[in-house]
């Protein structure tokens, strides 16, 4: 607030618009006003900032996986598949300082859901001009919840690319199931995640299974 000192137009201590009035050595003068920003950068800010800017591209890197095993229980939330993935894989990021971050892969959450787990086999790390994975499918419909048409994934992300690739659904009674991977993955560190969705026709329709992560290796 401004305080006139000599009545009309006078002089003038304090803000007024976008000027502010105040003494210097007796006299009053006028200055433009800049409104401050508190913004210290500490840095404890700095590594909540690296940790969420480092769960964003991982939320758009794996987003479609992420867009099939979280739909439901996004939807549920009133929140999208990717703002559900931060929220979930916030202890999965730590940050030592913007420069030093990790990711404990084998505990990303690709889904939210109480539908039964599938159960994979041993991830097979294939080869070709179209770079397959695959693991073998142990059956698992025998638990309560889940059913021989639930869908399974499998899905693979090469942090080195940082990208990821979903699968075709194979059932739950399938023997196996497979997801094709880039040629240009060749060599490099693949981390493998699986999950089951309810099928189209069962009681758990859309529900999905917790995340199973298969484990890493390299296609050649």
């Known amino acids: 607030m401004s305080k006139y000192i000599k009545g009309y137009m006078g002089d003038q201590i ?27 950068n500490t840095e404890s800010q700095q590594i909540a900032r690296a940790r969420f800017s480092t769960l964003v591209a991982l939320s758009k890197a794996f987003r479609w996986g992420v867009k099939v095993g979280m739909n439901h229980d996004a939807a549920n939330r009133g929140l999208t598949e990717q703002n559900l993935f931060v929220k979930l894989n916030k202890s ?14 084998s505990g990303l959450a690709l889904t939210k859901g109480d539908l039964p787990e599938a159960s994979f086999g041993q991830v097979d790390f294939g080869s070709g001009q179209h770079l397959q ?14 059913d021989d048409d639930d869908d399974v994934y499998l899905f693979a992300y090469c942090p080195e690319k940082k ?22 993955w060749d060599g490099m560190d693949i981390h493998v995640y699986g999950f089951a969705v309810g099928g189209k026709e069962t009681l758990f329709y859309g529900q999905s299974s917790p995340t199973t992560y298969c484990g890493s290796g390299e296609v050649a």
């Open 133 to 146: 994975i695959s693991a073998a499918l142990n059956g698992g419909s025998d638990q309560p919840g889940a």
């Open 92 to 105: 999965e990021v730590t940050v030592v300082s913007p420069d030093d971050i990790s990711v404990n892969y």
């Open 14 to 40: 304090g803000k007024l618009g976008t000027a502010v009035g105040y003494r210097w050595k007796g006299r009053t003068v006028m200055r433009a006003y800049q409104k401050f920003v508190r913004n210290p």
């Open 163 to 184: 990208q990821g690739v979903l699968g075709s659904a194979a059932k739950r009674s399938a023997a196996s199931v497979a997801v094709n991977v880039p040629a240009s």
